[in-house]
């Protein structure tokens, strides 16, 4: 009766840990894995493409915008997990993103989220990001991928990689400044997409 209560205790925790664990799923209804690309392609493609690095004044670092074209699928992206030797992409784990480009500015393609910026006050997702390393000086690096609207998917900003950090905790949404569209963080209007393997 004693080796009973442990392993029902123990069962019971891996099925807990199990179910926790969610993989996030492509068009073709395929586990996103890491080191493969993918695009982040919008729910609403009549408006505009996919994700893309651009410069916001004409310096770096690169923003994180939206391509102009609703056919244009943007650039490819790779998804590393804070567990290195996670082999797929789980919903609501803390993650780094990189595009997959080559730029002018000599710096990573990780995400960053940075600001508040001047002027706007808003806070931007850049490239010059760090990959791995999570911790403190790594906060701006982390983000999340959360069910969004049934089949879709939104980004959110609340890194849980510092246990005594208390970071910003929000959705990624764009805004439209001149005309261009940009990747933000937004309390109140998340972006809606769904992961095409590139």
Do not use: H
Not at 20 to 35: H, P
Not at 49 to 78: E, M
């Amino acid at each position: 009766m004693k080796l009973i209560i442990p392993f029902t205790i123990i069962l019971s925790t891996l099925i807990v840990t199990t179910s926790a664990a969610t993989a996030v799923l492509d068009t073709e209804g395929k586990t996103v894995r890491t080191g493969i690309q993918y695009y982040i392609r919008p729910a609403a493609r009549d408006v505009a493409g996919g994700l893309i690095l651009t410069s916001r004044n004409g310096s770096c670092p690169l923003v994180v915008g939206q391509a102009q074209s609703g056919a244009d699928l943007g650039y490819p992206l790779t998804f590393s997990p804070v567990n290195p030797k996670a082999k797929t992409v789980n919903l609501a784990t803390d993650i780094n993103i990189q595009f997959e480009v080559g730029t002018l500015c000599l710096q990573p393609t990780v995400w960053k989220l940075t600001g508040p910026q001047e002027g706007t006050g808003r806070y931007y997702v850049t490239s010059g990001g760090v990959k791995g390393n999570p911790g403190i000086e790594t906060l701006d690096n982390w983000f999340k991928i959360e069910e969004f609207m049934g089949t879709y998917y939104k980004l959110s900003f609340c890194p849980t990689v510092c246990d005594t950090c208390k970071p910003l905790c929000g959705d990624l949404g764009i805004v439209i400044e001149n005309g261009q569209r940009w990747l933000v963080f937004s309390t109140d209007r998340p972006f809606p997409f769904e992961f095409v393997k590139a």
